[in-house]
């Protein structure tokens, strides 16, 4: 089994909204923090969102304040980014990544904090 695998990604309107889901396998439990990245085409990857598991530690990009939601379930199992207000310039190939667990963790936004990345999920919004 894949170590993370994102599910979610779409096409939608501006203004519409997502929800993307990274399913972690038993390789990525005990991660201290988890990181939502997007890349858009012939720009950089960056950090979208991060997250102290298993706390209501959150960390936005400001592109993403007050419209992204970072978050997981119950079991830290599986890991969520709720998109809304999704604009043409949040189009971009999104990835979750996770730690070697038990790592210390200092910035979840940080990708060099992560050893483990998803195959990614595209989302694309229309004007």
């Known amino acids: 089994q894949a170590p993370l695998i994102e599910s979610g990604g779409g096409s939608v309107q501006a203004g519409g909204s997502l929800r993307l889901s990274c399913a972690a396998s038993?390789?990525?439990?005990?991660?201290?923090?988890m990181g939502w990245f997007r890349q858009a085409p012939g720009k950089e990857r960056e950090g979208v969102a991060g997250i102290f598991v298993g706390t209501p530690h959150t960390y936005y990009a400001d592109s993403a304040k007050g419209r992204f939601t970072i978050s997981h379930d119950d079991a830290k199992t599986t890991f969520f980014l709720q998109m809304n207000d999704l604009q043409p310039e949040d189009t971009a190939m999104y990835y979750c990544?996770?730690?070697?667990?038990?790592?210390?963790?200092?910035?979840?936004?940080?990708?060099?904090?992560?050893?483990?990345w998803g195959q990614g999920t595209l989302v694309t919004v229309s004007s």
């Open positions: 990544a996770a730690q070697i667990p038990l790592t210390r963790c200092v910035d979840p936004l940080r990708q060099s904090e992560y050893s483990t």
């Open positions: 038993r390789n990525t439990f005990g991660s201290n923090c």
